[in-house]
């Protein structure tokens, strides 16, 4: 009897079995190589194409705005990413911006809001963006200083964004602003402001070691109306934080499909490539970097999809999802790392698969939350814990 695939562990129902098997047809016949040229344009078509196959309809929460749930299924969206990874990071890329740039919507958005925004995202129709990170607030996102100053019916926002993905092609910017009810984290509001606005500006392009269109992005006295204000002014960073516990999961997700992707194309070269007469996975130091690269990849998938599962049956998942981040993360890095070693001087050739996703894995340990950041959300959550239990029990 074959072995069971993760896909038959009891975390997932049939019909996520039947998503990760249909979107691995549709990806091996629609996605083809991702032009690095022109950032933009590949990313508006495949967000095209991603809304075309109905795939964006995972990123969207509510089935009277274009979401197939009522609420964004985080199985699903873990499934929907582990799967473009293992063909397109840019793909992935475009569909997790659509669920990431429109998940303060989807989660806290007013009905008109909703209606306004989520169709559009759910049919590849509008780009959205998620805009927190400044240069001198990056992990510490409440020292935000980007202000939005209410004058009438009217926020006027100044200053600037940075890292920003999306910046530049989407048509919509989900913007986190210091409205000043109160000092730090207390003190910011979020507002939806569209490509377009007057005083708003893309600023110069960053450019990153994988291919990924970000920008910054600059506001000189952007008039958004209050109307555009996403859920009570001070809840801007709450709403930041909780977007943040659903898609973090997915970050990990994304991981796994990068390890997957790189232990398959190692298994290959392992198994094929002849050296003292005999192959490279005849020889037990391989087989050790093998066995660690498979271990590692369920170690990985596990806390990922318990994360998902835990969220998806109604439960808090801080501290599980900051562990699947920073296992996930920090074990691709690892396991690519150990494909390149096995396609020696092949893999560090421009353009080979495992060299791309040494390049593609980097940001994902930065992003969202660094890894240094997630030990402290677990060590936070499960002192916390401790302190709370009725008996801890005596240690020993
Ligand atoms: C590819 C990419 C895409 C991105 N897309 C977006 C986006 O769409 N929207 C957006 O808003 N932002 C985006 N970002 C920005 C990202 O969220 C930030 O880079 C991230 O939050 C880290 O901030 P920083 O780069 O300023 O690093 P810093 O905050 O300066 O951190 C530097 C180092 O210090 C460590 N550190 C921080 N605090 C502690 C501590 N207490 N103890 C010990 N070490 C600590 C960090 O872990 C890190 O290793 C993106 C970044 C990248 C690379």
Redesign the pocket.
């Known amino acids: 009897m074959a072995s069971p695939s993760h896909l038959d562990w009891p975390f997932f129902e049939d019909r996520h079995r039947i998503l990760a098997v249909e979107l691995r047809q549709w990806a091996s016949q629609h996605l083809k190589h991702d032009d690095e040229r022109d950032l933009a344009a590949s990313c508006r078509k495949l967000v095209r194409q991603l809304g075309d196959g109905g795939w964006l309809r995972y990123a969207v929460g509510g089935k009277s705005y274009g979401g197939l749930n009522e609420a964004i299924d985080t199985r699903s969206l873990c499934l929907m990413r582990e799967g473009l990874a293992q063909h397109s990071g840019l793909a992935d890329f475009a569909f997790a ?1 659509q669920g ?1 740039g429109s998940g303060a919507v989807s989660l806290f958005g007013d009905e008109a809001q909703k209606r306004d925004y989520l169709p559009r995202v759910a049919r590849g129709e509008a780009v959205a ?5 400044e240069t001198d ?5 409440a020292a935000l200083q980007c202000a939005a100053r209410l004058g009438g019916d009217a926020y006027i926002l100044n200053g600037e ?1 940075t ?4 910046g530049g092609v989407a048509d919509f910017y989900v913007v986190f602003a210091r409205t000043g009810e109160a000092p730090g984290s207390k003190g910011i509001s979020v507002f939806i402001v569209d490509a377009g606005t007057a005083g708003f500006e893309i600023g110069e392009r960053n450019e ?1 070691m ?1 291919p ?1 269109p ?1 920008a910054r992005l600059t506001f000189k006295d952007c008039r958004v109306p209050a109307a555009q204000r996403i859920g009570a002014p001070g809840q801007g960073f709450k709403i930041a934080m909780a977007t943040l516990d659903v898609f973090r999961t997915s970050v990990a997700a994304e991981a796994t499909g990068f390890a997957r992707c790189a232990l398959q194309h190692a298994l290959a070269r392992a198994t094929s490539r002849k050296m003292f007469n005999q192959v490279l996975s005849d020889f037990q130091l391989t087989q050790a970097k093998l066995a660690e690269m498979a271990t590692g990849i369920d170690a990985a998938a596990l806390l990922t999809y318990r994360a998902a599962w835990l969220r998806d049956t109604g439960h808090s998942v801080t501290t599980e999802a900051a562990m699947a981040k920073m296992t996930a993360t920090e074990t691709a890095q690892q396991v690519i790392d150990d494909a390149v070693q096995i396609f020696g001087a092949l893999g560090v050739m421009k353009g080979e698969p495992v060299e791309q996703l040494y390049r593609e894995i980097r ?1 994902l340990r ?8 997630q030990k ?1 959300v677990i060590a936070r959550g499960i002192i916390k814990a401790f302190q709370a239990a009725e008996d801890p029990g005596a240690p020993g």
């Open positions: 911006m990431l963006a998620f805009a927190l990170s607030a990056g992990s510490d996102a964004k890292w920003i993905s999306n990153v994988a990924h970000l940001p930065i992003y969202e939350g660094a890894t240094e950041i402290l």
